[in-house]
C-alpha cells in the first residue's frame, strides 16, 4: 500500500495481529509501518493515517535528519566534508572539511576522541557541582533511545557515543542531567532545579535534543 503525503508517496506496511489496537509508526527507511487487527481494511487504515498526519509528517522530518546525520559527518554540532590526502599524519579540520590520509581511520580516531572530550567534559561538569555527590565512572555505547543512563548502584554514567555528533552545549547537559541523578534519582522538581543551576538553557537544548 502506497501513502502521499504532501506530494510524497511513502510505502505502508500492514501488520495484521489479534490486537484490539491499532499503532502507526515510521520506520528507519521512511516505511509507515501500522499494527492493526485481522479485520482492519485498507480504506480504514487509509482514514487512520489521514486523521494522523501532523504526526507522521514531524516523525518523518525526524527520520530524515537522523537519515542525514547517519549520512553525512558530524563533529561536534557541525557538518563537514571528508577529504582524503595520502600526504598528511593526522587529521586536520580546515572550515567545513576534514582531511584525512585514509577513511579507514576515522572509526577508529572518533573513538579515542570520544574517550577524550566525554571524560574532559564529565571531569569539567563533576567540578560545577557543589554537592556532595561521588565521582561516577563513564561508559560510552550506542543507544537508540537515551542520550545518558546514570547508575546509582553501580556509580557510572553511560553516554550515548551518537553525541560526539551534538555541539558542546548539548554534551554538557547530557552529563549535568545525569550527574543531577546522584543527588535526586528522579525527575522531581527539586532534579530539575539542580539541572537549571548547572545548566539555565536546559528546557531549549532537551528540546533541540528530542526534534
Request: net charge positive.
Amino acid at each position: 500500500m502506497i501513502y502521499n503525503l504532501d506530494g510524497n508517496d511513502y510505502e505502508v506496511e500492514i501488520v495484521k495481529k489479534g490486537n484490539k489496537n491499532t499503532y502507526v509508526r515510521v520506520k528507519e527507511d521512511l516505511t509507515i509501518q501500522v499494527t492493526t487487527n485481522f479485520f482492519a481494511s485498507k480504506s480504514s487504515i487509509k482514514e487512520l493515517l489521514d486523521r494522523n498526519t501532523n504526526f507522521l509528517r514531524t516523525t518523518i522530518s525526524k527520520r530524515e535528519k537522523e537519515i542525514n546525520k547517519n549520512e553525512s559527518f558530524y563533529y561536534l554540532g557541525k557538518s563537514y566534508d571528508i577529504i582524503e590526502l595520502s600526504t598528511i599524519d593526522k587529521i586536520e579540520f580546515v572550515d567545513n572539511k576534514l582531511y584525512i590520509n585514509d577513511k579507514k581511520n576515522i572509526d577508529k580516531w572518533l573513538k579515542k576522541e570520544m574517550l577524550r572530550l566525554f571524560k574532559e567534559r564529565l571531569d569539567y561538569n563533576y567540578s560545577l557541582f557543589t554537592e556532595d555527590i561521588p565521582y561516577p565512572s563513564l561508559k560510552i555505547r550506542n543507544m537508540k533511545t537515551r542520550w545518558g543512563v546514570c547508575n546509582r548502584k553501580n556509580l557510572t554514567v553511560t553516554l550515548n557515543s551518537n553525541l560526539i555528533k551534538e555541539s558542546i552545549d548539548k554534551l554538557d547537559y547530557v552529563i549535568i542531567h545525569e550527574l543531577s541523578h546522584l543527588v535526586y534519582f528522579d525527575h522531581s522538581k527539586n532534579f530539575w532545579s539542580i539541572v537549571g543551576k548547572y545548566c539555565p538553557k536546559y528546557k531549549m537544548i532537551r528540546k533541540e535534543l528530542r526534534e
